[in-house]
């Protein structure tokens, strides 16, 4: 086991970023790897940092920027999955639950607990009976047996103290409600600082890397060839196992299934997002919510004290995998419900700051519709050797790893890889508590405004010390990028060093979420002046910035094109 005052040093060396890339690549070409994960969205990351952890050689590709598929477009909540309890998945709920207590406590920067509000209506679907079941149910298979327990039990609260606490909610046939707990997460970010976590301990990982083809030797799997999208150019990495973490591409990277797989295996569906201010939806905490069109079950989310989220939608999906957004239908389809809700909300489509869409890697199960089908992963190995995860939920990514490795285990591939139950739930490298923050940061006296701070501080953890080094080397630093909102130029250096980021896009929609906060209208303004910034880092001439700038900005213009 690497000494953690040695990981602590290798946080901040800078050996993994857009600068050494070529580095990077040379490496993937000389070794012989243990592991090599195809796929670097949660699921992937998950499993590169689980082998890392077991002193396997490691290494991770993905065709697209980290996450930038499933595992950036979430509800962005790490939560046990309370509506998955009426289809009956017990299993799921506790898998799920127990993992977010876990991250909860070992990276508390970044998993934040916020109350959930679970209204009775009189012509609602749950009664007062169903919803104290439900949340007592909740908080046991969360609690039950495991070391690290939920934020705080349920608690119900009557029509008059539901008023209290959510002023601009339904009162018409209100009979009360709970009050759980489940917390806040950028699933972007949670995915780039679990696969750092496997860098930290050798692993080699490199984005805008797709896999072409596979190297085999008497039918079995050694190794894959890619393509370098930001060069075309091609190279080999070979391994010992080969391992598909691709998410809703699982189909299109399989050769072969077994026998008792369907084809196809991944029943993709869409679920979007709108974003708004606080102050125009009105609401005060996190609200489970019912459809008035099909009485599925989605959430009004606050995310920070200015803005909420409202989603998800679950329909089918059969379109361009990589590109999946919002239309006009899946808009009006959670607006319409939220004015129900919230009779006062100011929800046109002139207020809406950002929208996006992601799609989840739905395991196929016939005669079930979208919402109903189960978020269970599953785990097999091909005839060929390939060794493939799919399904699954965001928060469960750690478990799913450590289930992976009990298939590897029976194998006998790496004998001397041992098992100790659950010993990657251990606290991340980058994790800080929030006293030890506070504390530095009133020593530091550079003048950041409290919110900014906050800011840095959750997203970052430790990363916010060394914001705040850069910033005390140059206070220009500390400058916001655009002034309605609280990303400042320190914020992205620190991305731009300390992580892989080839495109203006991979710092607007997965290091940050500068995509969601900034409002679509103003946001060429901001494109500009984080263009100038990632120009000066990288040298990049005047074309090169401008086309940066129009990628990201066309990208913009589809994410709410249903507006106009």
């Keep these: ?55 396997l ?22 939560h046990g999955g309370i509506r998955y309890l009426a289809h009956g998945d017990m299993d799921l709920v506790r898998e799920s639950s127990t993992e977010r207590n876990w991250m909860r406590a070992h990276i508390p920067h970044l998993i934040r ?48 103290e539901i008023f209290e606490m959510e002023p601009e909610f339904i009162r018409e046939g209100n009979k ?18 679990v696969l750092k976590e496997a860098v930290i301990r050798g692993a080699d990982a490199l984005n805008y890397c797709k896999v072409i083809g596979f190297i085999k030797d008497n039918g079995k799997i050694i190794g ?22 691709t998410g809703v591409w699982t189909d299109q990277l399989l050769e072969n299934y077994p026998d008792d797989i369907p084809k196809p295996l991944i029943r993709p569906t869409k679920g979007v997002h709108l974003q708004f201010k606080r102050k125009d939806v009105k609401n005060k905490m996190a609200t489970i919510i019912r459809s008035i069109t099909d009485d599925r079950a989605f959430f009004v989310l606050p995310r920070n004290e200015k803005f909420t989220i409202i989603g998800t939608t679950d329909t089918d999906y059969k379109e361009d995998l990589a590109n999946p957004f919002c239309d006009k239908e899946d808009a009006d389809y959670l607006i319409e419900s939220v004015k129900h809700y919230f ?23 016939k005669g079930k519709s979208e919402s109903e089908i189960s978020r269970k992963h599953i785990i097999f190995f091909s005839g060929d050797g390939l060794l493939t995860i799919t399904g699954g939920k965001l928060t469960a990514w750690r478990s799913m790893a450590d289930d992976l490795f009990k298939k590897v285990e029976e194998r006998e591939l790496f004998p001397d890889i041992g098992r100790k139950k659950e010993f990657s739930k251990q606290k991340f490298i980058i994790s800080l508590e929030k006293e030890e923050w506070l504390d530095i940061f009133d020593k530091s006296k550079i003048g950041l405004e409290s919110d900014i701070a906050e800011l840095i501080y959750q997203q970052y953890g430790k990363g916010a010390i060394k914001i705040l080094e850069m910033i005390k080397d140059d206070d220009s630093l500390k400058e916001k990028i655009i002034k309605d909102n609280d990303f400042i130029r320190a914020e992205i ?24 906060w900034i409002d679509h209208k103003i946001t060429l303004k901001a494109a ?37």
């Design 57 to 78: 050689k490691v290494a991770c590709v993905d065709m697209q920027d980290f996450g930038a598929g499933t595992s950036s477009r979430s509800s962005k909540l790490a």
């Design 113 to 160: 607990p916020i109350p959930f509000l679970f209204v009775a209506l009189e012509s609602g679907k749950y009664k007062k009976r169903d919803i104290v079941g439900a949340c007592k149910i909740y908080d046991f298979l969360s609690d039950d047996k495991s070391e690290f327990k939920n934020y705080k039990k349920y608690k119900w609260y009557s029509p008059e």
């Design 224 to 245: 894959i060839k890619c393509n370098d999208l930001e060069k075309d150019s091609n190279f080999e990495i070979r391994a010992t196992l080969i391992i598909n973490a």
């Design 176 to 193: 009360g409600g709970a009050v759980y707990y489940d917390n806040n997460v950028d699933d972007a970010r949670l995915t780039i600082e």
């Design 343 to 365: 009779p006062k909300v100011e929800l046109d489509y002139d207020k809406i700051i950002s929208a996006y869409a992601g799609l989840r890697p739905l395991i196929m199960q």
């Design 528 to 564: 500009r002046k984080v263009a100038e910034i990632m120009a000066d880092e990288y040298s990049w001439n005047e074309n090169k910035k401008n086309q940066e700038i129009e990628l990201y900005m066309d990208y913009i213009k589809k994410t709410v094109s249903f507006i106009t």
């Design 493 to 516: 250096l620190y991305c731009l060093r300390y992580e892989p980021t080839p495109h203006l896009i991979d710092v607007f929609c997965r290091r940050t979420e500068m995509s969601l």
């Design 1 to 55: 086991m690497i000494n953690m005052e040695v990981l602590d040093k290798k946080l901040f060396d800078q050996s993994w970023n857009f600068k050494n890339r070529d580095k990077i690549i040379h490496k993937f070409k000389e070794t012989n790897y243990d592991i090599l994960v195809i796929g670097a969205g949660i699921t992937g990351a998950g499993v590169a940092r689980e082998a890392s952890m077991r002193g």
